[in-house]
T-cell receptor
Framework: AQTVTQSQPEMSVQEAETVTLSCTYD???????LFWYKQPPSRQMILVIR??????QNATENRFSVNFQKAAKSFSLKISDSQLGDAAMYFC?????????????FGTGTRLTIIP | EPEVTQTPSHQVTQMGQEVILRCVPI?????FYWYRQILGQKVEFLVS????????KSEIFDDQFSVERPDGSNFTLKIRSTKLEDSAMYFC???????????????FGPGTRLTVL
């Protein structure tokens, strides 16, 4: 079974600065998907970014980018120019490519605080 | 932009009562999911549903739980006899058909907070 580990329960960053959230995972599969979801105080789960494991290029969405290291099974999220609205819990998630095994496996989350 | 919706936003029930949580997935999506999140904990998979049947379920999804797609738009989660430990946030999610790009991505609803007293 796959596992996802987020070793930083809490992080803080000064507004406008850059912060990196860590995620590692364990799998025996060679192809899969990885995601970062944001959960603000409203508790809605919002997709931030996705990465396909067979693509070597790191995904980027505006101020959000990932550092995907497949051999190391690492998938960190970098937030540039942090804004107050970025304050939230961030969850890393893994999904197999196999049909019938579409579930997301989540990490325990990192709570990000933005310091004005 | 299409969204997954869930009702109610908050449900309070007595232990032993039945509850039905409702979800309206994005209209052209074919894969549906339920997850739960106990307060302060990570999000856990409950069940996935495709082509009118369960495609995968977790060990949490025991005989007290059931899912149904009663019509072309709704997707429901029923808990037959609620326990105190069922108190959690329940999220519905959906993803597009296999022929569409991004079928791997699950889009979540805002959640239903279930409180069992």
């Amino acid at each position: 079974a796959q596992t996802v580990t987020q070793s930083q329960p809490e992080m803080s960053v000064q507004e406008a600065e850059t912060v990196t959230l860590s995620c590692t995972y364990d799998t025996s599969e060679s192809d899969y998907y990885l995601f970062w979801y944001k959960q603000p105080p409203s508790r809605q789960m919002i997709l931030v970014i996705r990465q396909e494991a067979y693509k070597q290029q790191n995904a980027t969405e505006n101020r959000f980018s990932v550092n995907f290291q497949k051999a190391a099974k690492s998938f960190s999220l970098k937030i540039s120019d942090s804004q107050l609205g970025d304050a939230a819990m961030y969850f890393c998630a893994y999904r197999s490519v196999d049909f019938g095994n579409e579930k997301l496996t989540f990490g325990t989350g990192t709570r990000l605080t933005i310091i004005p | 932009e299409p969204e997954v919706t869930q009702t109610p936003s908050h449900q309070v029930t007595q232990m032993g009562q039945e509850v039905i949580l409702r979800c309206v997935p994005i209209s052209n999506h074919l894969y549906f999911y339920w997850y739960r999140q106990i307060l302060g904990q990570k999000v856990e998979f409950l069940v996935s549903f495709y082509n009118n049947e369960i495609s995968e379920k977790s060990e949490i999804f025991d005989d007290q739980f059931s899912v149904e797609r009663p019509d072309g738009s709704n997707f429901t989660l029923k808990i037959r006899s609620t326990k105190l430990e069922d108190s959690a946030m329940y999220f519905c999610a959906s993803s597009p058909p296999a022929f569409m790009r991004g079928t791997d991505t699950q889009y979540f609803g805002p959640g239903t907070r279930l409180t069992v007293l």
